[in-house]
């Protein structure tokens, strides 16, 4: 039996005109005036413009290259506006948890309690998760690493103490929330944090995954 494979189909100058039309008039690629896709799209659109008006490139070259301009566009447009941009926006939002901070687990643990004493719970809040995550950093859980943000801490630690993990990722958007000073941290977040530090340092990590 013989297959024939048809020609890949070249769409002619008019048709290919009306495709990038409807492609580039989607809300995707209408952000910032001055974004990176945005130059390159109007560049694209002159140089295409030159091209037919000036050049004596044949009709259905054109289309093509139209047709190819398109598709790169497209592909730009996934990588700046699509999952992979969305998971580095994610990443961005979260606060870094040490900032630097050469204190001991121990050293931070003291401070939130002072904190926690004095109704100051927001603070409490901020020191009992850097304790947690220096912590963990002491036991060799979580590597040290400077700039580390709270979903990091959660992202890594999770597989590493799975059941602890969703009160870990709990734990980071809390610390994220009042970082940022969306809302004050309550004085039953406070608690709850102090005992979720105090289950987490007694909890024996999967040595599977720490080794991993």
Excluded at 174 to 191: K, N
Aim: hydrophobic residues 45%; charged residues 25%.
């Amino acid at each position: 039996m013989i297959f024939r494979m048809d020609p890949p189909l070249v769409p002619g100058e008019d048709e290919a005109r009306r495709w990038a039309e409807e492609e580039l008039s989607k809300n995707i690629y209408h952000g910032d005036p001055e974004s990176l896709l945005t130059r390159l799209l109007k560049a694209i659109a002159e140089f295409f413009s030159r091209a037919e008006t000036e050049s004596n490139v044949p009709t259905g070259s054109v289309a093509l290259a139209i047709v190819i301009g398109l598709a790169v566009v497209v592909v730009l447009a996934l990588v700046l506006y699509g999952p992979l941009r969305i998971v580095r926006r994610v990443q961005d939002s979260s606060h870094e948890v040490l900032e630097g901070d050469e204190r001991t687990a121990a050293e931070i643990r003291a401070a939130a309690q002072a904190h926690e004493e004095a109704g100051q719970w927001s603070l409490a809040v901020l020191e009992r998760f850097r304790a947690i995550t220096q912590s963990l950093i002491e036991r060799a859980i979580l590597q040290d690493r400077p700039g580390q943000t709270a979903v990091e801490v959660a992202r890594d630690a999770g597989p590493k103490l799975p059941a602890a993990a969703a009160d870990i990722a709990r734990a980071a958007e809390l610390f994220d929330r009042v970082c940022y000073g969306e809302i004050p941290a309550t004085q039953d977040e406070t608690v709850w944090l102090r005992h979720l530090d105090q289950e987490v340092e007694n909890m024996r990590p999967d040595l599977a995954a720490v080794m991993a």
